[in-house]
């Protein structure tokens, strides 16, 4: 499926049940929040469950995709605009096999 | 930019940092919560912070996107069949305008 | 030192501030989510950092002491109650040793 | 309630039913951002939830008790010991009727 036709799925999702009302950034990114707790329940003690995981996680992406769109933001285009800003922080022949935050590099 | 080639770009930056060893599913729900928290920063007094929501949402994003491919999901995929499902228990005569949750129609 | 006048000095140090206007119940529970987003990167790769953890902990604590005072409920006893509730959802012949939620008991 | 005989209480409830085993730090850090996120959902869209906040900010609190039980930590001593820092770092003069950060003071 092309990006840009789930984007309009999305849209047409929100519209049709007039929910744009309730769609601003601030809404946005609590649900965020609120979803990407959902998601980590899911590996809360023991065992994982990967099988609710991947609807939590799709919720959080759904939410991310919405904000994305609220904000005028391309997903894709953010995404690759702070990987460049991570390669820095992190060149490889200092970050390689380490989980260090940049600072401890 | 193609999904395909961004997925390739995320994983060959994780692959030449040897950083896969910290990528397990629940190290990665982790850090999507992390940043979900951090995004929610830019929210969470007065005038909300809008550059920096640029910022932490690609983190997000980030996050999710590796969190998919470590478990073989495709972000498109799932966010449709969610939205599949979410769209039967919100039908639109039942949901229109209204934030309640499903349980509550 | 007794929690009435750590809830003072809490207090105090809001008034002084003229931080009131800031900490409407809303805004109160995004910054529990938002310490407790960073009292988990304490724990996000390999090495846990229990030094930061206390810090971080003690951020939420101070976030809930204050939400706790806004909505006009005292910790303990809300806490205290909240437990007779789990105790039932958890009897102790079904659920020693697992760590299922109620529903799976 | 005295918090020491709720430090008791919680810890007996756990104790009865062997669930120190599933209580590491990592595992109640992640269990106080799953419940900030339960907390916060009572804010998601229009009208706040006030009576299912009471239960879900008595859960964050629960864990808190934990996690600082579980580290050897008095919950009243970390956040007077926090709000020591936090004074100095928001001076009355500076930070009066600001919600600004404090780098930006």
Same mark, same amino acid.
């Given at each position: 499926?092309?990006?840009?036709? =789930?984007? @309009?799925a =999305?849209? @047409?999702f929100v519209a049709e049940? &007039?929910?744009q009302q309730f769609h601003t950034p601030e809404n946005l990114a609590k649900s965020i929040s609120i979803e990407a !707790?959902? =998601?980590l329940e899911c590996f809360q003690w !023991? &065992?994982?469950d990967l099988a609710s995981a991947k609807y939590e996680l799709a919720d959080v992406l759904t939410y991310c995709m919405l904000l994305a769109d609220r904000l005028g933001l391309d997903p894709?285009?953010?995404i690759?605009?702070?990987l460049t800003q991570t390669k820095e922080k992190y060149p490889v022949e200092k970050a390689r096999g380490r989980s260090d935050k940049y600072d401890r590099l």
């Open positions: 499926m092309h990006q840009k036709s =789930l984007r @309009d =999305l849209h @047409d049940r &007039d929910w !707790g959902e =998601l !023991g &065992d994982a894709d285009t953010i690759a605009e702070k």
